[in-house]
């Protein structure tokens, strides 16, 4: 099994926040066929062999992902697109 966490600083509001979660959210739903829904200020996630979670917070947004043992050898290069979604709309989305 592998982790994957990652935290990605913003400035945006909650509304915002949100907004962009879900873009990962939806990401992370089409590529990789993950069941994604609202619990308060945390997105999960899931399917058979992925586990995780996405936590809005005030300044930041937090990532936990558990990948079974068929997904672990693509633990970095699903880490690196995640990494650079997140990146991308908690940064540019204003």
């Known amino acids: 099994m592998a982790d994957?966490?990652?935290?990605?600083?913003?400035?945006?509001?909650?509304?915002?926040?949100r907004e962009a979660a879900q873009q990962v959210a939806d990401k992370l739903a089409q590529e990789y066929d993950l069941a994604c829904a609202w619990d308060g200020d945390v997105l999960r996630f899931e399917r058979s062999g992925v586990d995780g979670s996405l936590t809005l917070e005030k300044e930041q947004a937090q990532l936990q992902i558990k990948l079974g043992f068929m997904l672990s050898a693509f633990a970095s290069t699903i880490e690196g697109k995640i990494a650079e979604k997140m990146r991308k709309v908690f940064t540019e989305t204003v």
């Open 4 to 17: 994957i966490n990652i935290v990605q600083q913003h400035k945006l509001t909650a509304e915002k926040a």
